[in-house]
């Protein structure tokens, strides 16, 4: 069977034509992710949510009672239609040398994939879209322009892009690591800034099967989508989409009053959450977001408290309070996703949602594997004693 992948092989070729490479052990490095990266994006998309001082539900809650009870509700009044999941696997290919300057090659996969439930409870793909990203810093960072108008030249397949991870969007990477970083840390907050938009396009395909009683829900959180979601209330269609993140900030204060005693920290506020039940509903990003917990195990199930636990953002760009009935129905709902588990094939399973682990593993599984990138990645050797 063919590599796929030899259709990229005559950009390869060209960068390693016109460019010293010192390449990575093997062809390539898999680059890990931080296991914690969704805690981290939680802190640096919304830096100053680690203060809150507001509810965002109506009636407005008695900050004596935190918690509102939310028993899973049967099958056939599940509110939640889609699910959608997006995964990246990014490698590291070597480090390039132009004149005086050197840089990074990374090669990133990128991928998005809807699950639809349907009437009788099954699963099935509703859609899926990935990519394989070439990341490479353009102009005094990195490649000239010169070479880097050569290399768009070469036909390549639609499923390709190349990306220049120094540019700046509206998605920017910029958001998620400081400019001073290692150029591998902006490549790969790049490619997640890729999934995030392929995210995105799929939501929009689930636009016209949305209403108030298929919703989708999106894993992470919905400060991503924020202007698609934005422009969907616009067009008073109602986005009917919520975020659920298995990771979030540690961090938070809340702030019910100005006594010492009426001060509280996350960790106390999720030790005392009960099974089953929610947190009232806080507002954050400007007040244009409600967001509370839910534990959806035991404590007696997990090992420590703040496991079980999921993070709930509902966009509220109206800046108008949810109401407690649908805070309550959605958290009954997602109470009722808790099962089946990946125990033991998640490191998450506590908080995971199965329809989104099946998105994941369907995002994975079509991910061409490192001996397929490896096949296709042949740099030229550099000379041993001498000089590049």
């Not at 397949?157 to 150029?183: C, G, H, M, N, Q």
């Not at 204060?253 to 506020?269: A, E, H, L, N, V």
């Not at 947190?279 to 408290?305: G, H, I, M, N």
Request: aromatic share 10%; glycine share 6%.
């Amino acid at each position: 069977m063919a590599n796929p992948l030899t259709q990229v092989t005559p950009i390869l070729d060209l960068l390693g034509r016109e460019l010293k490479i010192l390449p990575a052990t093997g062809g390539a490095v898999e680059d890990l992710q931080r296991p914690d990266q969704e805690e981290i994006e939680d802190i640096l998309v919304d830096a100053e949510a680690n203060t809150v001082t507001a509810f965002a539900e109506t009636p407005k809650p008695d900050p004596k009672n935190l918690y509102r009870h939310t028993p899973p509700i049967c099958r056939d009044k599940k509110l939640f239609r889609f699910f959608i999941d997006g995964s990246i696997r990014t490698c590291f290919l070597g480090t390039a040398i132009e004149g005086t300057r050197s840089f990074p090659i990374e090669l990133a996969q990128v991928g998005a994939a809807v699950i639809e439930r349907q009437q009788g409870g099954q699963l099935r793909i509703f859609k899926h879209k990935q990519k394989v990203l070439l990341l490479l810093p353009k102009e005094n960072q990195g490649i000239s322009d010169t070479l880097w108008s050569q290399i768009h030249k070469i036909d390549i397949p639609e499923f390709f892009e190349i990306v220049d991870f120094t540019f700046s969007d509206r998605s920017s990477s910029d958001k998620l690591v400081d400019a001073k970083k290692d150029p591998r840390d902006k490549a790969g907050a790049k490619a997640r800034s890729k999934m995030h938009k392929l995210e995105i396009e799929l939501i929009k395909a689930t636009d016209a099967a949305r209403n108030e009683d298929a919703w989708l829900i999106l894993d992470g959180s919905v400060k991503f989508v924020e202007e698609d979601i934005w422009d969907l209330w616009e067009n008073s269609k109602g986005p009917y989409v919520i975020g659920v993140a298995k990771s979030f900030r540690k961090d938070p204060m809340f702030y019910f009053g100005k006594r010492p005693s009426q001060r509280k920290d996350i960790s106390t506020i999720l030790a005392g959450l009960p099974h089953e039940h929610r947190t009232v509903a806080f507002s954050t990003y400007d007040d244009k977001v409600a967001f509370w917990y839910v534990r959806l195990r035991e404590q007696k199930q997990v090992d420590y408290p703040l496991m079980g636990v999921v993070k709930v953002e509902v966009p509220r760009p109206d800046k108008k309070p949810i109401p407690t009935e649908l805070a309550d129905l959605i958290s009954s709902a997602l109470v009722a996703e808790r099962n089946v588990t990946p125990y033991g094939l998640d490191r998450r399973w506590h908080a995971c949602l199965y329809p989104i682990y099946v998105a994941e593993q369907v995002i994975k599984s079509r991910f061409f594997s490192k001996e397929v990138l490896i096949g296709t990645i042949k740099w030229p050797k550099p000379p041993i004693g001498g000089t590049l």
